[in-house]
């Protein structure tokens, strides 16, 4: 079952995938607020309810999911139900994907990263990443409302960074977006430290550093590539280049 927040269908240029309410906004919010700024249409998908979080309860992890939502203007929001901490991979599940991939017709996704402290993130990355290849596949039939769904294979497929520090293949600039951002990010206010907030069971992230080693992060992204903040991201294949003058734009940089 799944709960929707939005239109149900239609094109959309992005659709950002998270195991558990609130991946998404922690780890790529700036850069969905990027494309949204550039004027496409931007969707989320969390696999599970958030259902075995220490803090807070399914229906305030809906709730602020929702809100979330409406912060960071995306089109719609589905919240599956495959299972928090029971995020198996197997047919049915993958068939989930695939209807939701389809439904959208996304030209990108973004998923957790194959390589990460939680097994759902990693289980979900492996589940999404076969979706996004399993969704072009003719002979794949997929039904929503007891239509028969076309094919449609996504162009890009990009993992975003949680938890381990990995050295990412592209950075994204997002001095413009970041601090709205965070209005995604704090729309889940069950999970984050809050000043005078009753005292709850500890978690990596109600640490009240969390938030401020995320911006550190940004912060670090964006040194390498010369700007205030960046988000980064891994490729699961090489990059190829057909406009060379759109991926290499003329630079205004200082020589050094």
Known sequence: MA?????????????AF?????DVE??????LLKIVGEGHAVAVCDLTKGEMGTLGTPETRKKEAERA???????SRTMLDLGDSKLFYNEENLAEIIRIIRNHRPETVFANPPDERHPDHVKASKLVTDAVYYAGLRQLETRMDGVVQQPHRPGH????IQFRHLDPDIIVDVSDTFLESREGVLAFGSQFYREGAR????TLINRKEFLTGLEARARYFGEQIGVQYGEGFLLPSKMAVRNFTSAFPSSTDTMR
Do not use: I, W
């Open 3 to 15: 709960s929707q927040t939005g239109p149900r269908t239609g094109k959309l240029y992005a659709l």
């Open 18 to 22: 998270g195991a558990h309410p609130d």
């Open 26 to 31: 922690l780890s790529c919010g700036a850069t």
């Open 69 to 75: 939502a409406q912060v960071m203007r995306y089109s």
């Open 157 to 160: 497929l990009l993992y975003y």
């Open 199 to 202: 005292e709850e069971p500890a």
